[in-house]
C-alpha cells in the first residue's frame, strides 16, 4: 500500500489521482472513476468528487493507495 500524503483535511478522489499518478488530468481521472476502476474502502466510488479523508484507502488495478493527512500532526 502506497501513503498518499495531503496537506488539508480532504482531498476529492479525482485530485488524489492525480497525486497518486494513475491519471494525469481531470479527464482521465473522470473516465477511470465512471467506468468503475477505482474502489474507495472497498466499494466501487462513481463520483470523482467523493471527499477522502486521512485513513480513507482507493483502489486501482490492484494498487491500494492511503490517504494520510498532514493537518494536525505537524
Do not use: H, P, W
Request: proline share 0%.
Amino acid at each position: 500500500m502506497t501513503d498518499v500524503t495531503i496537506k488539508d483535511e480532504y482531498i476529492k478522489l479525482g485530485q488524489a489521482l492525480k497525486l497518486a499518478g494513475i491519471c494525469e488530468n481531470g479527464a482521465d481521472a473522470k473516465m477511470e472513476v465512471q467506468e468503475g476502476l477505482i474502489r474507495v474502502n472497498g466499494e466501487t466510488e462513481l463520483r470523482r468528487g467523493r471527499k477522502l479523508y486521512d485513513g480513507d484507502v482507493f483502489a486501482y488495478n490492484g494498487e491500494e493507495f492511503k490517504v494520510v493527512s498532514m493537518e494536525g500532526r505537524l
